[in-house]
Protein backbone atom coordinates (compact mmCIF):
# COMPACT_ATOMS: atom_id res chain seq x y z
CA UNK A 1 0.00 0.00 0.00
CA UNK A 2 1.61 2.84 -1.11
CA UNK A 3 0.15 5.06 1.91
CA UNK A 4 -1.60 8.75 1.09
CA UNK A 5 -0.17 9.23 -2.56
CA UNK A 6 -1.89 7.99 -5.95
CA UNK A 7 0.69 6.37 -8.46
CA UNK A 8 -0.04 8.40 -11.41
CA UNK A 9 -1.39 12.13 -11.88
CA UNK A 10 -4.27 11.07 -14.57
CA UNK A 11 -6.94 9.17 -14.23
CA UNK A 12 -7.44 7.92 -17.52
CA UNK A 13 -8.75 4.62 -17.17
CA UNK A 14 -9.20 1.96 -14.44
CA UNK A 15 -6.57 -0.11 -16.40
CA UNK A 16 -4.13 2.45 -15.30
CA UNK A 17 -4.36 2.88 -11.67
CA UNK A 18 -3.22 0.39 -8.70
CA UNK A 19 -5.58 -1.65 -6.15
CA UNK A 20 -3.90 0.34 -3.91
CA UNK A 21 -5.08 4.00 -5.96
CA UNK A 22 -8.59 2.21 -5.84
CA UNK A 23 -8.81 1.98 -2.18
CA UNK A 24 -6.81 5.44 -1.76
CA UNK A 25 -9.66 7.17 -3.77
CA UNK A 26 -12.44 4.83 -1.41
CA UNK A 27 -11.17 6.16 1.84
CA UNK A 28 -10.72 9.73 0.54
CA UNK A 29 -14.47 9.81 -0.42
CA UNK A 30 -15.58 8.60 2.57
CA UNK A 31 -14.36 11.95 3.77
CA UNK A 32 -15.97 13.83 1.28
CA UNK A 33 -19.08 11.64 1.95
CA UNK A 34 -19.15 13.36 5.16
CA UNK A 35 -18.37 16.97 3.94
CA UNK A 36 -21.53 16.94 1.39
CA UNK A 37 -23.70 15.85 3.94
CA UNK A 38 -23.03 19.04 6.54
CA UNK A 39 -24.90 21.89 6.07
CA UNK A 40 -22.52 23.85 4.80
CA UNK A 41 -20.78 21.36 2.29
CA UNK A 42 -18.05 23.17 0.75
CA UNK A 43 -14.48 22.83 2.18
CA UNK A 44 -11.71 25.21 0.73
CA UNK A 45 -8.98 22.55 -0.60
CA UNK A 46 -8.35 23.57 -4.49
CA UNK A 47 -9.47 27.28 -3.98
CA UNK A 48 -6.09 28.03 -6.29
CA UNK A 49 -6.99 25.21 -8.97
CA UNK A 50 -8.79 25.95 -12.10
CA UNK A 51 -10.40 23.30 -13.72
CA UNK A 52 -11.78 22.87 -17.07
CA UNK A 53 -14.36 20.69 -18.17
CA UNK A 54 -14.60 19.72 -21.88
CA UNK A 55 -17.14 18.12 -22.78
CA UNK A 56 -17.18 16.79 -26.32
CA UNK A 57 -20.54 14.15 -26.11
CA UNK A 58 -23.78 15.00 -24.37
CA UNK A 59 -23.55 14.19 -20.33
CA UNK A 60 -25.85 15.27 -17.66
CA UNK A 61 -25.26 13.44 -14.57
CA UNK A 62 -21.88 13.06 -14.82
CA UNK A 63 -21.06 16.90 -16.10
CA UNK A 64 -23.26 17.75 -13.00
CA UNK A 65 -21.14 15.68 -10.81
CA UNK A 66 -17.99 16.92 -11.43
CA UNK A 67 -19.07 20.53 -11.68
CA UNK A 68 -20.26 20.27 -8.33
CA UNK A 69 -17.52 18.22 -6.90
CA UNK A 70 -15.07 20.93 -8.26
CA UNK A 71 -17.28 23.34 -6.66
CA UNK A 72 -17.38 21.71 -3.03
CA UNK A 73 -13.68 21.83 -3.22
CA UNK A 74 -13.75 25.84 -4.20
CA UNK A 75 -12.59 25.22 -7.48
CA UNK A 76 -12.10 27.63 -10.06
CA UNK A 77 -14.68 25.89 -12.73
CA UNK A 78 -15.08 26.62 -16.92
CA UNK A 79 -17.26 24.57 -18.99
CA UNK A 80 -17.07 23.72 -22.48
CA UNK A 81 -19.43 21.79 -24.35
CA UNK A 82 -18.46 20.57 -27.82
CA UNK A 83 -22.44 21.35 -29.41
CA UNK A 84 -21.82 25.28 -28.59
CA UNK A 85 -18.29 25.83 -29.88
CA UNK A 86 -15.12 26.04 -32.17
CA UNK A 87 -15.16 22.41 -32.41
CA UNK A 88 -18.16 22.63 -35.35
CA UNK A 89 -15.94 25.38 -37.72
CA UNK A 90 -13.14 22.30 -37.45
CA UNK A 91 -10.64 22.97 -35.38
CA UNK A 92 -8.67 20.15 -33.87
CA UNK A 93 -8.93 18.26 -30.40
CA UNK A 94 -5.28 19.79 -29.74
CA UNK A 95 -5.71 23.30 -30.94
CA UNK A 96 -8.98 23.30 -28.47
CA UNK A 97 -7.53 22.12 -25.48
CA UNK A 98 -3.91 23.97 -25.97
CA UNK A 99 -6.15 27.37 -26.56
CA UNK A 100 -7.55 26.70 -22.98
CA UNK A 101 -5.07 25.62 -21.43
CA UNK A 102 -3.49 29.15 -22.16
CA UNK A 103 -5.65 30.16 -19.81
CA UNK A 104 -3.35 28.45 -17.47
CA UNK A 105 -5.91 25.89 -16.63
CA UNK A 106 -4.53 23.16 -13.69
CA UNK A 107 -6.96 20.09 -14.38
CA UNK A 108 -8.93 18.52 -17.11
CA UNK A 109 -12.13 16.77 -16.72
CA UNK A 110 -13.53 15.53 -21.33
CA UNK A 111 -15.46 13.43 -21.94
CA UNK A 112 -14.97 12.34 -26.12
CA UNK A 113 -16.46 10.09 -28.81
CA UNK A 114 -13.34 8.75 -29.66
CA UNK A 115 -11.61 6.06 -27.26
CA UNK A 116 -8.11 7.16 -26.16
CA UNK A 117 -9.08 10.46 -26.51
CA UNK A 118 -7.69 11.34 -22.71
CA UNK A 119 -5.20 9.06 -23.14
CA UNK A 120 -4.21 11.34 -26.61
CA UNK A 121 -4.57 14.32 -24.50
CA UNK A 122 -2.04 13.34 -21.47
CA UNK A 123 0.62 12.69 -23.82
CA UNK A 124 0.06 16.09 -25.38
CA UNK A 125 -0.34 18.25 -22.53
CA UNK A 126 0.94 19.42 -18.73
CA UNK A 127 -2.34 19.86 -16.76
CA UNK A 128 -4.07 16.52 -14.95
CA UNK A 129 -6.38 14.97 -17.10
CA UNK A 130 -9.72 13.02 -15.69
CA UNK A 131 -11.12 10.68 -18.18
CA UNK A 132 -15.14 11.16 -18.09
CA UNK A 133 -15.88 9.10 -20.96
CA UNK A 134 -14.16 8.21 -24.31
CA UNK A 135 -16.39 6.28 -26.85
CA UNK A 136 -16.69 2.91 -26.02
CA UNK A 137 -13.45 2.50 -24.09
CA UNK A 138 -13.53 3.51 -20.55
CA UNK A 139 -15.54 5.66 -17.85
CA UNK A 140 -13.24 5.01 -14.72
CA UNK A 141 -15.23 7.85 -12.40
CA UNK A 142 -18.06 6.05 -13.23
CA UNK A 143 -16.54 2.86 -12.43
CA UNK A 144 -15.32 3.68 -8.89
CA UNK A 145 -18.53 4.94 -8.09
CA UNK A 146 -20.09 2.09 -8.74
CA UNK A 147 -17.57 0.21 -6.79
CA UNK A 148 -17.53 2.01 -3.96
CA UNK A 149 -22.07 1.79 -3.66
CA UNK A 150 -21.54 -1.64 -3.97
CA UNK A 151 -18.75 -2.02 -1.15
CA UNK A 152 -21.35 0.24 1.23
CA UNK A 153 -23.76 -2.60 0.13
CA UNK A 154 -22.30 -5.76 0.39
CA UNK A 155 -18.53 -5.02 2.37
CA UNK A 156 -15.29 -5.89 0.81
CA UNK A 157 -15.78 -6.90 -2.17
CA UNK A 158 -13.49 -9.77 -2.69
CA UNK A 159 -14.71 -13.10 -3.51
CA UNK A 160 -18.33 -11.04 -3.99
CA UNK A 161 -20.41 -11.93 -7.60
CA UNK A 162 -21.16 -8.68 -9.74
CA UNK A 163 -23.04 -9.51 -12.76
CA UNK A 164 -23.27 -6.86 -16.00
CA UNK A 165 -26.20 -6.99 -17.59
CA UNK A 166 -27.23 -5.23 -21.00
CA UNK A 167 -25.21 -3.42 -23.75
CA UNK A 168 -21.89 -4.74 -23.25
CA UNK A 169 -20.41 -4.14 -26.35
CA UNK A 170 -21.18 -0.17 -26.31
CA UNK A 171 -20.80 0.44 -22.91
CA UNK A 172 -17.31 2.35 -21.55
CA UNK A 173 -19.14 2.10 -17.87
CA UNK A 174 -18.86 -2.39 -18.61
CA UNK A 175 -15.16 -2.17 -19.35
CA UNK A 176 -13.84 0.28 -16.49
CA UNK A 177 -16.47 -1.90 -14.21
CA UNK A 178 -14.59 -5.10 -15.04
CA UNK A 179 -11.31 -3.80 -14.42
CA UNK A 180 -11.99 -2.02 -10.84
CA UNK A 181 -14.15 -5.12 -9.96
CA UNK A 182 -11.34 -7.80 -10.82
CA UNK A 183 -8.60 -5.26 -8.96
CA UNK A 184 -10.99 -5.06 -6.11
CA UNK A 185 -10.93 -9.43 -6.10
CA UNK A 186 -14.56 -9.46 -6.90
CA UNK A 187 -15.91 -11.89 -9.66
CA UNK A 188 -18.04 -10.77 -12.57
CA UNK A 189 -20.03 -12.02 -15.31
CA UNK A 190 -21.45 -10.19 -18.02
CA UNK A 191 -24.92 -10.86 -19.54
CA UNK A 192 -26.84 -10.19 -22.75
CA UNK A 193 -27.33 -11.11 -26.09
CA UNK A 194 -25.03 -12.55 -28.04
CA UNK A 195 -24.68 -9.53 -30.60
CA UNK A 196 -24.14 -7.17 -27.25
CA UNK A 197 -20.92 -9.33 -26.14
CA UNK A 198 -17.66 -8.41 -27.32
CA UNK A 199 -16.09 -11.66 -28.56
CA UNK A 200 -13.54 -13.18 -26.62
CA UNK A 201 -14.63 -11.22 -23.47
CA UNK A 202 -13.78 -13.98 -21.57
CA UNK A 203 -10.00 -13.61 -21.91
CA UNK A 204 -10.75 -10.47 -19.47
CA UNK A 205 -11.60 -13.40 -16.64
CA UNK A 206 -15.29 -12.82 -16.86
CA UNK A 207 -17.93 -15.03 -17.69
CA UNK A 208 -20.11 -15.03 -19.87
CA UNK A 209 -24.03 -15.77 -19.81
CA UNK A 210 -27.02 -15.61 -21.89
CA UNK A 211 -29.68 -16.05 -19.60
CA UNK A 212 -30.63 -13.54 -17.19
CA UNK A 213 -32.18 -15.95 -14.94
CA UNK A 214 -29.50 -17.83 -14.53
CA UNK A 215 -27.00 -14.63 -14.23
CA UNK A 216 -29.46 -13.58 -11.41
CA UNK A 217 -29.25 -16.77 -9.22
CA UNK A 218 -25.66 -16.34 -9.54
CA UNK A 219 -25.26 -12.96 -8.41
CA UNK A 220 -24.98 -10.24 -5.42
CA UNK A 221 -25.26 -7.29 -7.51
CA UNK A 222 -26.46 -6.68 -10.79
CA UNK A 223 -25.36 -3.48 -12.70
CA UNK A 224 -27.60 -2.63 -15.48
CA UNK A 225 -26.55 -1.16 -18.38
CA UNK A 226 -28.87 0.99 -21.61
CA UNK A 227 -29.32 0.15 -24.50
CA UNK A 228 -26.77 2.79 -26.26
CA UNK A 229 -28.99 3.04 -29.31
CA UNK A 230 -26.73 6.08 -30.30
CA UNK A 231 -24.10 3.84 -30.61
CA UNK A 232 -25.29 1.38 -32.93
CA UNK A 233 -25.32 1.51 -36.36
CA UNK A 234 -26.64 -1.58 -37.24
CA UNK A 235 -29.47 -3.78 -36.10
CA UNK A 236 -28.12 -6.05 -32.95
CA UNK A 237 -31.17 -7.39 -32.02
CA UNK A 238 -35.48 -7.62 -33.15
CA UNK A 239 -36.73 -5.43 -31.20
CA UNK A 240 -36.97 -2.99 -28.28
CA UNK A 241 -39.98 -5.22 -27.03
CA UNK A 242 -37.80 -8.25 -27.43
CA UNK A 243 -34.88 -6.81 -25.65
CA UNK A 244 -37.22 -6.00 -22.70
CA UNK A 245 -38.97 -9.14 -22.65
CA UNK A 246 -35.62 -11.42 -22.83
CA UNK A 247 -33.23 -9.41 -20.48
CA UNK A 248 -35.28 -6.63 -18.66
CA UNK A 249 -35.08 -6.85 -15.36
CA UNK A 250 -38.70 -7.46 -13.87
CA UNK A 251 -39.59 -7.70 -9.66
CA UNK A 252 -40.95 -11.24 -10.10
CA UNK A 253 -37.38 -12.70 -11.41
CA UNK A 254 -35.69 -10.90 -8.49
CA UNK A 255 -38.50 -12.32 -6.28
CA UNK A 256 -37.89 -15.93 -8.12
CA UNK A 257 -34.17 -16.44 -6.80
CA UNK A 258 -35.69 -15.98 -3.52
CA UNK A 259 -32.66 -13.78 -2.30
CA UNK A 260 -31.59 -10.09 -1.93
CA UNK A 261 -30.02 -8.79 -5.12
CA UNK A 262 -28.40 -5.36 -5.22
CA UNK A 263 -29.91 -3.16 -8.45
CA UNK A 264 -27.80 -0.46 -9.80
CA UNK A 265 -27.76 1.19 -12.52
CA UNK A 266 -25.15 4.40 -14.10
CA UNK A 267 -28.12 6.08 -15.81
CA UNK A 268 -29.65 7.08 -17.61
CA UNK A 269 -32.38 4.50 -17.02
CA UNK A 270 -34.95 3.72 -19.70
CA UNK A 271 -37.91 2.57 -17.63
CA UNK A 272 -39.55 -0.50 -19.09
CA UNK A 273 -36.57 -1.71 -21.42
CA UNK A 274 -33.51 -3.18 -19.47
CA UNK A 275 -35.31 -2.08 -15.45
CA UNK A 276 -38.71 -2.28 -14.97
CA UNK A 277 -40.37 0.69 -12.74
CA UNK A 278 -41.32 -1.25 -10.24
CA UNK A 279 -37.88 -2.62 -9.78
CA UNK A 280 -35.97 0.99 -10.33
CA UNK A 281 -38.25 2.08 -7.10
CA UNK A 282 -37.75 -1.24 -5.50
CA UNK A 283 -35.55 -0.49 -2.14
CA UNK A 284 -33.30 -2.70 -3.37
CA UNK A 285 -32.36 0.22 -5.92
CA UNK A 286 -29.08 2.18 -4.98
CA UNK A 287 -29.17 4.01 -7.95
CA UNK A 288 -29.68 7.32 -6.21
CA UNK A 289 -27.22 6.37 -4.23
CA UNK A 290 -24.98 6.05 -6.70
CA UNK A 291 -25.60 9.47 -7.67
CA UNK A 292 -24.38 11.00 -4.04
CA UNK A 293 -21.37 8.75 -3.81
CA UNK A 294 -20.50 10.22 -7.74
CA UNK A 295 -19.52 13.42 -6.23
CA UNK A 296 -17.95 12.31 -3.06
CA UNK A 297 -15.70 9.68 -5.38
CA UNK A 298 -15.15 12.91 -7.72
CA UNK A 299 -13.96 15.33 -5.51
CA UNK A 300 -11.81 12.46 -4.15
CA UNK A 301 -10.26 12.36 -7.27
CA UNK A 302 -9.57 15.67 -7.92
CA UNK A 303 -8.47 16.30 -4.54
CA UNK A 304 -5.89 13.58 -4.85
CA UNK A 305 -5.08 14.68 -7.98
CA UNK A 306 -4.16 18.17 -7.37
CA UNK A 307 -2.01 17.46 -5.00
CA UNK A 308 0.45 15.72 -7.47
CA UNK A 309 0.97 18.88 -9.31
CA UNK B 1 19.73 7.71 15.96
CA UNK B 2 18.14 10.92 17.31
CA UNK B 3 17.31 10.61 20.96
CA UNK B 4 14.61 13.44 22.53
CA UNK B 5 15.10 14.78 25.91
CA UNK B 6 12.13 14.30 28.19
CA UNK B 7 10.21 17.60 29.06
CA UNK B 8 7.39 16.87 30.86
CA UNK B 9 7.08 13.37 32.36
CA UNK B 10 4.38 11.58 33.35
CA UNK B 11 3.70 12.52 36.31
CA UNK B 12 3.96 16.43 35.74
CA UNK B 13 2.10 15.64 32.16
CA UNK B 14 -0.74 14.27 34.44
CA UNK B 15 -0.77 17.23 36.82
CA UNK B 16 -0.75 19.68 34.25
CA UNK B 17 -3.67 18.19 32.31
CA UNK B 18 -5.41 18.26 35.86
CA UNK B 19 -4.51 21.85 36.34
CA UNK B 20 -6.00 22.85 32.99
CA UNK B 21 -9.18 21.16 33.81
CA UNK B 22 -9.54 23.48 37.22
CA UNK B 23 -8.38 26.78 34.90
CA UNK B 24 -11.46 25.49 32.56
CA UNK B 25 -13.77 24.96 35.31
CA UNK B 26 -12.82 28.62 36.50
CA UNK B 27 -14.21 30.10 33.20
CA UNK B 28 -17.07 28.28 32.31
CA UNK B 29 -18.36 26.64 35.80
CA UNK B 30 -20.79 24.02 34.77
CA UNK B 31 -19.84 24.04 31.28
CA UNK B 32 -23.45 24.83 29.91
CA UNK B 33 -23.29 25.78 26.36
CA UNK B 34 -19.52 24.57 25.96
CA UNK B 35 -17.89 22.28 23.91
CA UNK B 36 -14.49 20.71 23.91
CA UNK B 37 -13.42 20.74 19.79
CA UNK B 38 -9.99 18.08 19.39
CA UNK B 39 -8.39 18.66 16.11
CA UNK B 40 -7.41 15.09 14.70
CA UNK B 41 -5.19 13.80 15.30
CA UNK B 42 -3.76 14.22 18.77
CA UNK B 43 -5.78 17.22 19.65
CA UNK B 44 -8.87 14.14 19.95
CA UNK B 45 -7.20 11.81 22.09
CA UNK B 46 -5.99 15.75 24.27
CA UNK B 47 -10.03 16.65 24.30
CA UNK B 48 -10.93 13.13 25.12
CA UNK B 49 -8.99 13.28 28.27
CA UNK B 50 -9.81 17.10 29.13
CA UNK B 51 -13.23 15.66 28.84
CA UNK B 52 -12.74 12.68 31.20
CA UNK B 53 -10.96 14.96 34.05
CA UNK B 54 -13.31 17.57 33.99
CA UNK B 55 -15.76 14.41 34.38
CA UNK B 56 -14.04 13.58 37.02
CA UNK B 57 -14.05 16.50 39.07
CA UNK B 58 -17.25 17.96 38.44
CA UNK B 59 -19.25 14.01 38.18
CA UNK B 60 -20.67 14.93 35.26
CA UNK B 61 -20.45 13.25 31.91
CA UNK B 62 -22.63 15.07 29.59
CA UNK B 63 -19.86 17.71 28.23
CA UNK B 64 -19.74 17.49 25.00
CA UNK B 65 -16.62 16.94 22.61
CA UNK B 66 -16.09 16.44 19.04
CA UNK B 67 -13.57 15.80 16.29
CA UNK B 68 -12.22 18.55 13.79
CA UNK B 69 -10.42 17.50 10.83
CA UNK B 70 -8.81 20.06 8.99
CA UNK B 71 -6.73 18.51 5.91
CA UNK B 72 -9.50 20.00 3.47
CA UNK B 73 -8.50 23.39 5.51
CA UNK B 74 -4.72 23.44 5.22
CA UNK B 75 -2.97 26.43 3.27
CA UNK B 76 0.17 24.66 2.22
CA UNK B 77 -2.26 21.43 0.45
CA UNK B 78 -0.20 22.44 -2.78
CA UNK B 79 2.70 23.31 -1.39
CA UNK B 80 3.50 19.57 -0.21
CA UNK B 81 5.19 16.61 -1.34
CA UNK B 82 2.20 14.40 -0.83
CA UNK B 83 -1.62 14.90 0.27
CA UNK B 84 -2.04 14.23 3.66
CA UNK B 85 -4.22 12.03 4.60
CA UNK B 86 -7.65 13.20 5.77
CA UNK B 87 -9.42 11.49 9.39
CA UNK B 88 -12.88 11.96 10.55
CA UNK B 89 -14.89 14.79 11.64
CA UNK B 90 -17.43 14.04 14.14
CA UNK B 91 -19.33 16.86 15.47
CA UNK B 92 -22.36 15.37 16.76
CA UNK B 93 -24.19 18.29 17.99
CA UNK B 94 -24.63 21.87 16.91
CA UNK B 95 -22.44 24.33 17.70
CA UNK B 96 -24.57 27.79 16.62
CA UNK B 97 -24.35 30.05 19.54
CA UNK B 98 -22.16 27.55 21.54
CA UNK B 99 -18.58 28.44 23.40
CA UNK B 100 -16.16 26.38 21.90
CA UNK B 101 -12.87 25.32 23.12
CA UNK B 102 -10.50 23.84 20.56
CA UNK B 103 -8.01 21.59 21.26
CA UNK B 104 -4.70 20.59 20.53
CA UNK B 105 -1.39 19.48 21.67
CA UNK B 106 0.97 21.70 20.42
CA UNK B 107 0.30 25.43 19.29
CA UNK B 108 3.56 25.86 16.76
CA UNK B 109 3.14 28.47 13.86
CA UNK B 110 -0.24 28.90 14.10
CA UNK B 111 -2.00 27.87 10.90
CA UNK B 112 -3.55 24.25 12.23
CA UNK B 113 -5.43 26.84 14.50
CA UNK B 114 -6.11 28.79 11.48
CA UNK B 115 -7.11 26.35 9.07
CA UNK B 116 -9.33 24.64 12.81
CA UNK B 117 -10.95 28.16 12.94
CA UNK B 118 -12.17 28.53 9.52
CA UNK B 119 -13.02 24.26 9.18
CA UNK B 120 -15.37 25.35 12.06
CA UNK B 121 -17.34 28.03 10.68
CA UNK B 122 -18.38 25.78 8.36
CA UNK B 123 -20.59 24.12 11.05
CA UNK B 124 -21.76 26.95 12.26
CA UNK B 125 -21.23 30.43 14.30
CA UNK B 126 -20.18 29.91 17.63
CA UNK B 127 -20.39 32.22 20.28
CA UNK B 128 -16.75 31.73 21.19
CA UNK B 129 -13.68 30.51 20.64
CA UNK B 130 -11.34 29.48 22.98
CA UNK B 131 -8.00 27.78 22.36
CA UNK B 132 -6.23 25.31 24.96
CA UNK B 133 -2.82 23.60 23.66
CA UNK B 134 -0.67 21.35 26.23
CA UNK B 135 2.82 22.78 24.69
CA UNK B 136 2.90 26.34 23.42
CA UNK B 137 6.00 27.03 21.30
CA UNK B 138 5.39 30.95 21.52
CA UNK B 139 8.06 31.85 19.64
CA UNK B 140 7.40 30.41 16.29
CA UNK B 141 3.92 31.98 15.57
CA UNK B 142 3.49 33.09 11.78
CA UNK B 143 -0.01 34.01 12.74
CA UNK B 144 -1.44 36.55 15.53
CA UNK B 145 -2.72 33.68 17.10
CA UNK B 146 -2.24 32.63 20.95
CA UNK B 147 -3.60 30.13 23.23
CA UNK B 148 -5.84 30.79 26.27
CA UNK B 149 -4.91 27.86 28.49
CA UNK B 150 -1.26 26.93 28.38
CA UNK B 151 -0.16 23.48 29.52
CA UNK B 152 3.82 24.32 29.36
CA UNK B 153 5.60 26.74 27.61
CA UNK B 154 8.68 25.74 25.27
CA UNK B 155 10.98 28.62 23.57
CA UNK B 156 12.95 26.44 21.02
CA UNK B 157 14.54 27.40 18.20
CA UNK B 158 12.47 27.20 14.64
CA UNK B 159 14.54 23.93 14.27
CA UNK B 160 14.02 21.73 17.08
CA UNK B 161 10.49 19.40 17.43
CA UNK B 162 8.44 19.11 20.26
CA UNK B 163 6.51 15.62 20.26
CA UNK B 164 3.79 14.38 23.15
CA UNK B 165 3.52 10.82 23.98
CA UNK B 166 -0.06 9.91 24.79
CA UNK B 167 -0.85 7.05 27.16
CA UNK B 168 -3.67 5.92 24.75
CA UNK B 169 -1.47 6.10 21.58
CA UNK B 170 1.92 6.06 22.33
CA UNK B 171 1.82 3.82 25.34
CA UNK B 172 2.86 6.42 27.84
CA UNK B 173 2.48 10.60 29.09
CA UNK B 174 5.19 12.22 27.83
CA UNK B 175 6.52 15.37 26.60
CA UNK B 176 9.89 15.07 24.57
CA UNK B 177 11.97 18.18 22.62
CA UNK B 178 14.16 16.90 19.68
CA UNK B 179 16.86 18.79 19.27
CA UNK B 180 17.86 20.85 15.84
CA UNK B 181 20.47 18.45 14.88
CA UNK B 182 20.77 16.91 18.21
CA UNK B 183 22.44 19.58 19.77
CA UNK B 184 20.12 19.67 22.73
Known sequence: MSGSQLSTRHVLGIKYLTEADIR?????????????????KKVPSLRDVTVANLFFENSTRTRLSFELAEKRLSADVVNFSASSSSVKKGETLLDTVNNILSMKVDMVVMRHPAPGAAYFLSQHIDANIINAGDGTHEHPTQALLDAYSMQEQVGDLKGKKIAIIGDILHSRVALSNIFCLQKLGAKVQVCGPPTLIPKHIEKLG??????VRKTLEWCDVANLLRIQLERQDIKYFPSIREYAQYFGIQQELIANTGKKIVIMHPGPINRGVEISSEVADSKDSIILQQVENGVAIRMAILYLLAATR | MKKGRIILEKERFQLTLERLCH??????DDFTDTCLIGIQTSGVVMARRI??????????????????DITFYRDDFRLREKPLAPSN??????????RVILVDDVLYTGRTIQAAMSALQDH??????????LVDRRFNRHLPIRADYVGITVDSVDEAYVQVNWEEADGSDKVLLFGAKNIV
Open chain 2, 124 to 133: GRPRQVEMLT
Open chain 2, 51 to 68: QKGLAAILSKDDIQSGNL
Open chain 2, 23 to 28: QLIESY
Open chain 2, 89 to 98: TTIDFNIEGK
Open chain 1, 206 to 211: VSVSYD
Open chain 1, 24 to 40: LIFKTAKNFKEVINRPI
